[in-house]
């Protein structure tokens, strides 16, 4: 009966979180010009007109390069951060990590309209641009907190090992310590990406023109396209995500192997 109880109870979690996904993604076939009306039948007509509006299209172009390119650049940016904060002593790491937490607390509408305020202060255009750059900023502490655990997991013997057996200090980082922390690097990128493609209220103060704020523009307007357009999106995050857990899987049994 407990066993159950904890099954029902889990249950009854991931229904909560994914009813409302799983409606949308039904919605996203009803044959039915009303985004919410009554079921009227099957039909792919609406996929069809998503590839047909050139809206759409462009804020998908946006959203990708600017997910992509904020997310390596924060990537490697909060990596390097990362491996800085750790060789610090206690007291700064400390400190240097409440100031890394600040960003990450911080409301989302607190962080826009201050990247708003720097950009014209700068005179920088709120264009695709100005939106890459406020994604690399909200990106980067992301990304060091998903690493520093690996970092602190990490056997600092390996590495000084490596350095006694002749490696400079760049190689045996490279060759040693990035493999070791991949994982959390792994964690980092995945992250960033998604709460770039996630992000609205910080795009709507610094440039928009993706696809979060391209669908709060239609929602005045209901339209089933726009069903269809986040039932993609949700598909494409949920594949890449089964992609990398199912490569990592691999490879932990390709290590258990050898061991």
Known sequence: MKKFSKSFYIFLIFLFMYAPIIVMMVYSFNDSQVATA?????????????????????????????????SLIATVIGTMAAIGIHSMKRFSKNTIMGITYIPVLSPDIVTGVSLMLLFTFLRIPLNKYSLLLSHITFNIPYVIISVLPKLTQFNKNIYEVALDLGAKPFYAYTKVVIPEIMPGIVTGFLLAITLSVDDFVISLFTGGGNLSTFIYSQIKRPNPSINALSTLLFAAIFIMLVVVNFSSVKKEQKVEKII
Do not use: D
């Open 38 to 70: 009554q079921w009227k039948g099957f039909t792919l007509k609406w996929y069809g007109e998503l590839l047909e509006n050139e809206r759409a299209i462009s804020a998908l172009q946006t959203t990708v390069f600017v997910a992509i390119t904020s």
